[in-house]
């Protein structure tokens, strides 16, 4: 069994920053893409930023130049600077782990974490 926790989320005026971690436990050969996500109300969950040990970080347009994708073992981190009101929604992370004597990985979700910037 796997499960990924996130933290970090809050309440940040536009302008300022946060930091989200997403840490997994449980029975982990391997991990390799993360990933964060993110959904506004009413809105359809959007891809925020991606990571993998091959590749540079890969991030949504609308990001670029504010946040920062980061990785350290089985926790990956979303940096997020000068934050706007547009930024606000609930963000998912996504790590594709490979258990123990699976041939494949598999993709798992963090509970998600609120992130509200107020103008």
């Known amino acids: 069994q796997v499960s990924l926790v996130e933290s970090g989320g809050g309440l940040v005026q536009a302008g300022g920053s946060l930091r989200l971690s997403c840490a997994a436990s449980?029975?982990?050969?391997?991990?390799?893409?993360m990933a964060w996500y993110r959904q506004a109300p009413g809105k359809q969950r959007e891809l925020v930023a991606t990571?993998?040990?091959?590749?540079r970080p890969n991030y949504a347009d609308s990001v670029k130049g504010r946040f920062a994708i980061s990785r350290s073992g089985i926790t990956v981190y979303l940096q997020m600077n000068s934050l706007k009101p547009e930024d606000t929604a609930v963000y998912y992370c996504?790590?594709?782990?490979?258990?123990?004597?699976?041939?494949?990985?598999?993709?798992?979700w963090g509970q998600g974490t609120q992130v509200t910037v107020s103008s």
């Open positions: 449980g029975s982990i050969f391997s991990v390799n893409a």
């Open positions: 996504n790590q594709n782990i490979r258990s123990p004597g699976a041939l494949l990985g598999r993709s798992y």
């Open positions: 990571i993998t040990d091959d590749t």
